[in-house]
């Protein structure tokens, strides 16, 4: 595929600040990617030449026990040695080793499956952002089980954590909550998610706060759309073959934990790359909570939200605040990973 769009994750920051185990000096990063289909094997019959196509991040091959399941993020063919995590473009040696789209070209394997023809009406921006951005937001929501007026918090307002309140309100929310540290994007959450706000560094305990707001109960479900955060300096470990895997911490997965009502659901669709062992596990099962989690199986939830953007109910590409030549991608990171000049979500633009 010759890429047309590709833009920087937040999960790509897992990687840069070498949170993820077996990230490979030499490896190309970008698992959110459009394109044009330049060449295809024997065994495509799906695609043709020319197709202007956007990709799931996740690399599926759409027929074992997972894939029958819809649960393509979780693929057991496309990344046989690893127990735990399935394939995703551009995403260390730990998710299959595949290279990926923050690139002029990228290799589709599995083309049968991923790629979907972007259907003629929607803008190429919105289809970059339902590689994963969207769909992750609202497999977030959708994990929270929310009830006709549930009260919802997100912590993170990231892409991710945006797309995942925009999507609690289409879910039937009564009340939605997002809480971050970065005023630009609380402010920005508040207009297009048209949510309440709270700056955690407002906030001396979270869980209080939460329960203050909700009449004592707390929130009946808790999003956690941060995932692991880095602590120590990062680049520096780029040395050698492998990067070396950084400390990290879970502060949002503990708030999400304690900030939720007895019996309610906490939905983590934060990445974390090390193993915490001080999550509060006592206190989830005290509480009776339903925790879910999971890679989002972006394939899963195209129609219903190529709808919704039709239908004029989202409009992801409002989210876009920079756009930059592939050439500039090292600044493009530092400026997303700084969250610097009010940035939000970056497409990289490659040469051709
Ligand atoms: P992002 O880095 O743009 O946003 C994360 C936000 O969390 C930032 O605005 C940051 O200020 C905020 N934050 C940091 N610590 C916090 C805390 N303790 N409480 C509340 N907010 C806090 O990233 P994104 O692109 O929005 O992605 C969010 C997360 O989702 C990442 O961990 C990413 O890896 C993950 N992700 C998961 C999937 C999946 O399929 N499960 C897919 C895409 C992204
Ligand atoms: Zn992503």
Redesign the pocket.
Known sequence: MRVTRSCI???D??LYHGLMPDTRVGSTFGHEFTGTVEEIGPGVQSLKVGDQVLVP?NIFCGACFFCERELY?NCHNTNPEASAVGAIYGYSHTAGGYDGGQAEFVRVPMADVGPTVIPPDIHGDDAVLLT??LP?GY?AAEMGDIQEGDTVVV???????IFAAKSAWLMGAGRVIV????DY?LEFARRYAQCEVVN?KDVPDMALHIKKMTDWLGADVCID?????ASGSAMQSLAGRYMMVQAGSA??LH?AINSVRKGGNVSI???YGPTFNAVPIGNALNKGLTLRM???SVKRHLPRLIEHIQAGRIDPKAIITHRVPLEEVADAYHI?SS?LDDC?KTILIPPH
């Open positions: 994750c937040g999960s920051l897992h991040f993020g994963d951005a992750t497999q912590f993170g307002a990231g892409p991710v954590g809480v971050d540290h970065v994007r955690f759309a941060v995932g692991c955060e502060t949002a708030w669709v934060g990445v999971n890679q989002a997303f969250k939000i």
